[in-house]
C-alpha cells in the first residue's frame, strides 16, 4: 500500500498527482514541480524499512549511481531529499511511454525496431560499463519505450560500481530475475564484470527478436537451472542465412563462460550491425550514435575451412582432416574443457572435489600448461570416470551436458572451420571425424536409418559405459545445433554384444541447406 497521499506536496516543491507503481523497496508516484511547472516522477522508499540499514543503503546507492550518468537513455535525477517522517524520496525524470515487457506482449519486435531499441541500448551500456557501473537487473521490465526512438533504462536498484565500495550482496547470494541473468550471477559469485550485463542483453536480444524468453522456464528455480545448462535456443527467422547469423550473435552474447562473451556492448553492437547486414563486423565508420561512437573490436578470421571428400559409413577417417599430431593436443585440450565444465556447472567446490580425486598436481599440470600437457587416452577416461562418480545423479543429464560443453570447445577452439554450412549428410560426416579425433581405439559407423534420420553406431571401445554414451549424445546434439540444424532428436542406447559393450546415438534433424 502506498504511505503517502495523493495530494501531499514535499518540501513544498513536488505534489504527487498519482501513484505509478509500487515495488519492493519503494512507491514511484506521478508528481508536478510547483516552482519550474514540469511533471516530474517521486521514488519513495516503504516506510517499513526506516530501520533496515540495506534497503537504505540500495536506496542511496540507486540515488548515487544515476547521478554519475548523463546519457539520454538513463533517467536524470533532479533531487534527492527526505520526507517530513524521515524517509528518503528521489526527484528523477518522468517517463511516459510502455515497457518493453508489455510491448512484446503483443509479439516479437521487427528487426528494424530491435536495433533501433539496441543502439541506444549498447551505447548507454557502454558508458555505464566505463564509470565502471553494473546495472544487474536488466529486463525488459527495465527498459522503457517512449514517444522518442530512446529507450529508457530503468531499476538502478540492483546496480554495482565495479569499484566494490557501495556492494551490498554477500557471497552466494543470487539477486536479480533468474531469466535474464548470468549463470556466473546464477550460481551466486561475487565476481560481476560487464559480461554479465551483456548476457542480459543476449536474452533481450532474442525475446525482442522472438516474443519468448530465451530461458522460458515455470519457476525461477527452472530458470536458474537453464541459465547454467542451456544453450539459447535457435531463432527459426523467415531469412535463414541471417537468423544463422543472429543466432551466433546471441550464442556469444550468452555464453556460458564470460570470458567468452563480448567484452563490452560496443562490441556486441558492433557485431549485430555486421550479422544484418552480412558480415562478420560492421565498420566503425558507420556506427554514427549522434556524436558518440562504439569503439569497434574486429574478432580474429576463421580458420581456413577443410576440404570434405565423401566418406562411407565405416570407420571414420581421420587422417585428412584431424592430423594425428593433433590428437593429445585435443586430448588435453578436452580435459581442460571438462575442469570448465564442472566449474561453470557445480561450482568452485565441485571443482575442487574433481582435483582431489583426480590429484591436484596433474590437474593443476594441465590447467597451467596445456600445450605440453600430454594425455593418454587411459587417463582422459579416468578423468571422465571420476566426473561420473562424483556428480552422475542418475538421469544421466549431468554427461549429456558434458558432452554439449565438450562439443561447443572443440568446435570453437580447435576446429572452427568445420562450422561452415553444409547439408545434412557432409554434417553427418562431419561428426563422425569428430569422433574419430577424440578416440584411439573406437569406431564412429554412421548409417542413415530413415528420411533425415541416422545412427551412429560406436564399437571397439572397451571404456564405453551409458554414461559416456549419454554424453556423446549431448556432444551430437550440440554439434548439430552449432552446425545449422534444427529441429534435433537424440536418443542414446547402449547394449553389449559379445562381451563388449556397444552405443547407438540416433538422430534426426531438418536443414534448409542443399
Known amino acids: 500500500m502506498p504511505h503517502l497521499e495523493l495530494g501531499t506536496t514535499l518540501d513544498g516543491h513536488y505534489r504527487l498527482d498519482g501513484l505509478l507503481g509500487v515495488g519492493g523497496v519503494g512507491a514511484v508516484y506521478a508528481a508536478w514541480h510547483m516552482n519550474l511547472s514540469r511533471p516530474v516522477a517521486v521514488k519513495v522508499l516503504h516506510p517499513h524499512f526506516a530501520n533496515h540499514e540495506e534497503p537504505l543503503q540500495r536506496f542511496l546507492r540507486e540515488a548515487q549511481i544515476l547521478s554519475k550518468l548523463g546519457h539520454e537513455s538513463f533517467v536524470e535525477v533532479y533531487d534527492f531529499s527526505y520526507t517530513s517522517d524521515g524517509m528518503p524520496y528521489l526527484v528523477m525524470e518522468l517517463v511516459t511511454g510502455e515497457n518493453l515487457r508489455t510491448r512484446l506482449g503483443r509479439g516479437a519486435l521487427p528487426l528494424e525496431e530491435t536495433l533501433r531499441l539496441f543502439l541506444p541500448l549498447c551505447e548507454a551500456l557502454t558508458q555505464a560499463h566505463q564509470q565502471h557501473i553494473l546495472h544487474r537487473d536488466l529486463k525488459p521490465d527495465n527498459l522503457m519505450l517512449g514517444p522518442t526512438s530512446v529507450v529508457k533504462i530503468l531499476d538502478f536498484g540492483m546496480a554495482k560500481l565495479m569499484s566494490g565500495e557501495l556492494s551490498l550482496t554477500q557471497d552466494r547470494v543470487v539477486m536479480g530475475t533468474p531469466y535474464y541473468m548470468a549463470p556466473e550471477r546464477a550460481r551466486g559469485s561475487r565476481v560481476v564484470e560487464p559480461t554479465s550485463d551483456i548476457f542480459s542483453l543476449g536474452a533481450i536480444l532474442y525475446e525482442s527478436l522472438t516474443g519468448v524468453m530465451a530461458f522460458a522456464a515455470e519457476t525461477s528455480m527452472a530458470a536458474m537451472y537453464k541459465v547454467i545448462r542451456d544453450p539459447v535456443p535457435p531463432l527459426h527467422l523467415p531469412d535463414t542465412a541471417l537468423s544463422q547469423r543472429l543466432d551466433a550473435v546471441i550464442a556469444k552474447a550468452c555464453a556460458k ?54 566418406s562411407s559409413p565405416s570407420r571414420a577417417s581421420v587422417s585428412s582432416d584431424v592430423p594425428g599430431s593433433e590428437r593429445p593436443t585435443v586430448k588435453a585440450g578436452l580435459a581442460h574443457a571438462l575442469f570448465e565444465f564442472v566449474r561453470y556447472r557445480f561450482g568452485e567446490q565441485g571443482l575442487q572435489k574433481v582435483f582431489a580425486a583426480f590429484g591436484l598436481s596433474r590437474a593443476h599440470e594441465i590447467l597451467t600448461d596445456l600445450p605440453t600437457a600430454k594425455i593418454e587416452m587411459a587417463e582422459l577416461n579416468r578423468l ?26 572443440v ?66 546434439r550440440r554439434y548439430l545445433q552449432m552446425a545449422g540444424a534444427r529441429d534435433i532428436g537424440v536418443e542414446d542406447r547402449f547394449r553389449m554384444e559379445g562381451g563388449q559393450p556397444v552405443g547407438d546415438v540416433y538422430f534426426s534433424f531438418t536443414s534448409d541447406e542443399a
Open 257 to 310: 563462460d564470460p570470458h567468452l562473451r563480448y567484452q563490452s556492448a560496443s562490441e556486441m553492437w558492433n557485431a549485430l550491425q555486421g550479422a544484418v547486414r552480412g558480415k562478420e563486423q560492421a565498420p566503425s565508420e558507420d556506427l554514427d550514435t549522434g556524436g558518440a561512437r562504439l569503439p569497434s573490436t574486429r574478432p580474429p578470421p576463421d580458420l581456413p575451412s577443410h576440404s570434405m571428400a565423401p
Open 384 to 409: 571422465h570416470s571420476v566426473v561420473i562418480q562424483l556428480f552422475d545423479d542418475g538421469s544421466l543429464e549431468v554427461m549429456r551436458d558434458l558432452g554439449a560443453h565438450f562439443s561447443e570447445w
Open 411 to 476: 568446435l570453437k577452439t580447435v576446429y572452427k572451420s568445420f562450422l561452415t554450412p553444409a547439408g545434412p549428410e557432409t554434417i553427418v560426416r562431419r561428426a563422425q571425424i569428430m569422433y574419430g579425433a577424440m578416440t584411439e581405439t573406437g569406431e564412429a559407423r554412421v548409417e542413415k536409418v530413415g528420411e533425415r534420420q541416422w545412427c551412429m553406431h560406436i564399437l571397439n571401445l572397451p571404456t564405453l559405459t551409458p554414461p559416456m554414451l549419454a554424453a556423446t549424445g549431448g556432444w551430437v
